[in-house]
């Protein structure tokens, strides 16, 4: 089966980011821990704030890999940096080609452009990926489960890749009474490519807080649907990168020393 294809290189590293929000110098440490511990749920990228590139530049070790995040009028040059990946929110009125053709990113350095999920009628060209936001410090920042279910159907009928940010704290889906608000399980969303991979509705599985149910299908998934679903599903931004892993293992989904 096709179990640990689904985690492989999952979780990105947004310790820079609410509500962890560590500063530079923590954050840096903590990321060159997790290099060093080599475990593969991580992809070591390395979520980095466009305003704040300069701070990265004067620290004297570097990311391997640098996930820039647009929060900048203008996109700043980053050539000296080990950037694979820009993500930005998708200007009102403008096209996805168009900003890509604006933004002129070199070969080997994708773009991921953020969208409503609610708002699917858009083209998306190749080489290009859309990003989801899954929740937020705020209740309304987290899209229903028929808004995010269409927007990975969308993905998976064009086979557009795309990536999750915010919100997806925990494996499975579950209640936050500080917020009062369904927390999406980032285990729920691999699930829910797979099933839309296999062509059914995703909905369900997004919805779902059954663990036992989740991790069944988990074990389930057939290699093939899993490496479809990962190709579509290219990695989530998390703030914490020890509870994705800790919530596996406690899930009997991967081994004790992965």
Do not use: W
């Not at 060093?36 to 701070?55: I, K």
């Amino acid at each position: 089966m096709g179990t640990m294809i689904l985690y492989t290189a999952l979780v990105d590293d947004a310790g820079l980011f609410p509500p962890t929000s560590l500063h530079m110098d923590e954050a840096l440490a903590r990321y060159r821990r997790n290099v060093e511990l080599g475990n593969p749920v991580l992809t070591h990228r390395f979520l980095c704030p466009a305003s704040r590139l300069d701070r990265l530049r004067g620290k004297e070790y570097r990311p391997r890999r640098v996930g820039l995040i647009v929060d900048t009028p203008e996109l700043p040059a980053f050539d000296d940096l080990p950037v694979d990946t820009v993500e930005m929110p998708l200007p009102e009125d403008k096209p996805v080609a168009t900003l890509a053709d604006q933004l002129g990113l070199p070969e080997g350095v994708r773009l991921f452009v953020e969208v409503v999920p609610r708002r699917m009628a858009i083209d998306v060209p190749d080489g290009v990926g859309l990003k989801v936001r899954c929740g937020g410090l705020v209740a309304d920042a987290f899209p229903p489960v028929e808004h995010l279910a269409l927007f990975i159907k969308f993905c998976v009928d064009k086979d557009v890749p795309f990536k999750a940010t915010a919100g997806l704290h925990h494996a499975v889906r579950h209640f936050d009474p500080s917020l009062g608000v369904d927390r999406h399980g980032f285990l729920n969303l691999a699930l829910a490519v797979c099933e839309a991979v296999e062509g059914r509705d995703p909905a369900p599985v997004l919805r779902t807080t059954d663990v036992g149910q989740l991790v069944r299908m988990a074990q389930a998934v057939p290699e093939e649907t899993a490496k479809r679903a990962r190709k579509l599903l290219v990695s989530y931004g998390s703030c914490s990168t020890s509870a994705p892993v800790e919530d596996l293992r406690a899930l009997g989904l991967i081994e004790e020393d992965s």
